[in-house]
């Protein structure tokens, strides 16, 4: 996979290439001919086997999960599944590891290019980092989003921006920002008439799908909000480098410091899952507060399960990669959430984001080919 061109990408040399590959082809293999045979195992071993110890199928994933994990091809599907998240880890840090320092450095010589800088970086050190980023390495990115390893540090963000484009096979486009560019373009399709501004992107580690945005709309006031430094730091070099103009600020969603009815439209990617059941709410007020009269938000999160067994299936990412709340988040009634942290009766509602055709074809998902977008009016 290769990026497309900017100045905060490592150096890859030959050796790393082919690692970073061979962990991707890895991945693909997994999704595409491993992972469909676990369907096969339940509908042929497991569930027989549950119906005639129990005279009934299983009711929910629970039941799903106590006899799947004892079933030596999922056994061996999950093991290879866990080894190859951390083999993409390791991939990615092999290469960048020798070079944090001259990426810190081209981060900082941004930073100081003084009127050649078209958005702008806000950090504040003091910010306490939720513990649900503390508690544990979500996904099992070692270090989390916030951890630092040096002064003026962006490796968080380096080790994302390399190892998102392996974890979606190359999905998400040359430029990671395929959830940026499709959520704008199903606002513009299903709300031609709006015309935001100001946009928040809440969540938006290194700016992919805040630059999406801004590209989107781009005599629109674009922001980008996070709780880790690393990743704002790189956000806004590689923003930058790219020619676009966005502001990035270190700030917890559940409560920034922006003052009331700062924008048009409030955007988030992939992001509510590694919240938590007390942070989501709180999050959803602060959209409420933050919003104009008229404004909308639009929060884009990971599908819902379609029966018992797909619901087990997502649960591996909380069980074995650290997705802690996306098993909760997965439960939750978002448009009633909303409702009740501020949004009028029926101004806050589910809608089904279809998937541009690029990313079906790059995808082994078996799953709805729509995602599910949170959509709230002010
Ligand atoms: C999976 S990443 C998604 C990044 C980006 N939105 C994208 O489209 O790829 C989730 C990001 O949300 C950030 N995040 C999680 N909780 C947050 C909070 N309470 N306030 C601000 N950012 C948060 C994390 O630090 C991380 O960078």
Same mark, same amino acid.
């Given at each position: 996979?290769?990026?497309?061109?900017?100045?905060?990408?490592?150096?890859?040399?030959?050796?790393?290439?082919?690692?970073?590959?061979?962990?991707?082809?890895?991945?693909?293999?997994?999704? $595409?001919?491993?992972?469909?045979?676990?369907?096969?195992?339940?509908?042929?071993?497991?569930?027989?086997?549950?119906?005639?110890?129990?005279?009934?199928?299983?009711?929910?994933?629970?039941?799903?999960?106590?006899?799947?994990?004892?079933?030596?091809?999922?056994?061996?599907?999950?093991?290879?599944?866990?080894?190859?998240?951390?083999?993409?880890?390791?991939?990615?840090?092999?290469?960048?590891?020798? #070079?944090?320092?001259?990426? =810190?450095?081209?981060?900082?010589?941004?930073?100081?290019?003084?009127?050649?800088?078209?958005?702008?970086?806000?950090?504040?050190?003091?910010?306490?980092? !939720? @513990?649900?980023?503390?508690?544990?390495?979500?996904?099992?990115? %070692?270090?989390?989003?916030?951890?630092?390893?040096?002064?003026?540090?962006?490796?968080?963000?380096?080790?994302?921006?390399?190892?998102?484009?392996?974890?979606?096979?190359?999905?998400?486009? %040359?430029?990671?920002?395929?959830?940026?560019? *499709?959520?704008?373009? &199903?606002?513009? #399709?299903?709300?031609?008439?709006?015309?935001?501004?100001?946009?928040?992107?809440?969540?938006?580690?290194?700016?992919?799908? *805040?630059? +999406?945005?801004?590209?989107? &709309?781009?005599?629109?006031?674009?922001?980008?909000?996070?709780?880790?430094?690393?990743?704002? @730091?790189?956000?806004? +070099?590689?923003?930058?480098?790219?020619?676009?103009?966005?502001?990035?600020?270190?700030? =917890?969603?559940?409560?920034?410091?922006?003052?009331?009815?700062?924008?048009?439209?409030?955007?988030?990617?992939?992001?509510?899952?590694?919240?938590? +059941?007390?942070?989501? %709410?709180?999050?959803?007020?602060?959209?409420?507060?933050?919003?104009? !009269?008229?404004?909308?938000?639009?929060?884009?999160?990971?599908?819902?399960?379609?029966?018992? &067994?797909?619901?087990?299936?997502?649960?591996?990412?909380?069980?074995?990669? =650290?997705?802690?709340? +996306?098993?909760?988040?997965?439960?939750?009634?978002?448009?009633?959430?909303?409702?009740?942290?501020?949004?009028?009766?029926?101004?806050? @509602?589910?809608?089904?984001?279809?998937?541009?055709?690029?990313?079906?074809?790059?995808?082994? $998902?078996?799953?709805?080919? =729509?995602?599910?977008?949170?959509?709230?009016?002010?």
């Amino acid at each position: 996979m290769v990026l497309y061109p900017h100045e905060m990408l490592p150096d890859v040399d030959h050796d790393g290439r082919s690692l970073q590959n061979f962990a991707m082809s890895f991945r693909a293999h997994l999704a $595409s001919k491993v992972r469909p045979g676990t369907r096969a195992v339940y509908e042929k071993r497991v569930k027989p086997g549950f119906v005639r110890k129990f005279n009934r199928e299983p009711a929910d994933k629970g039941e799903v999960g106590k006899e799947m994990t004892q079933d030596p091809y999922y056994q061996f599907w999950s093991a290879m599944q866990r080894k190859s998240q951390e083999m993409m880890w390791d991939c990615v840090i092999e290469v960048i590891e020798p #070079q944090i320092e001259r990426l =810190n450095d081209r981060a900082k010589q941004v930073r100081q290019a003084g009127s050649g800088v078209k958005g702008s970086l806000e950090l504040s050190p003091d910010l306490e980092i !939720p @513990r649900y980023h503390t508690v544990a390495d979500i996904h099992l990115q %070692p270090g989390g989003f916030h951890t630092e390893v040096a002064d003026d540090d962006v490796t968080a963000g380096a080790i994302y921006d390399n190892a998102v484009a392996i974890y979606a096979n190359g999905a998400l486009g %040359p430029k990671n920002d395929l959830l940026g560019r *499709t959520l704008a373009h &199903f606002l513009k #399709q299903q709300y031609p008439d709006r015309e935001p501004g100001t946009i928040l992107d809440m969540g938006c580690g290194i700016g992919n799908s *805040t630059v +999406a945005w801004a590209e989107a &709309f781009p005599d629109a006031e674009v922001h980008g909000i996070d709780v880790g430094a690393p990743m704002l @730091r790189y956000a806004h +070099a590689r923003a930058e480098s790219l020619g676009v103009a966005a502001h990035f600020k270190q700030q =917890n969603a559940e409560e920034t410091s922006y003052p009331d009815q700062s924008f048009d439209l409030i955007v988030s990617h992939i992001v509510f899952h590694e919240t938590s +059941a007390k942070a989501l %709410p709180r999050i959803l007020q602060e959209c409420h507060r933050l919003l104009k !009269p008229g404004g909308m938000m639009l929060h884009v999160d990971i599908p819902g399960a379609e029966g018992a &067994f797909d619901a087990f299936m997502m649960e591996w990412e909380t069980t074995n990669n =650290n997705e802690n709340f +996306a098993g909760m988040f997965r439960e939750t009634d978002l448009a009633a959430t909303a409702t009740r942290m501020g949004f009028a009766e029926g101004k806050a @509602r589910m809608e089904s984001m279809p998937r541009l055709l690029e990313e079906r074809q790059q995808t082994y $998902s078996d799953r709805a080919i =729509n995602w599910p977008v949170l959509v709230g009016e002010k």
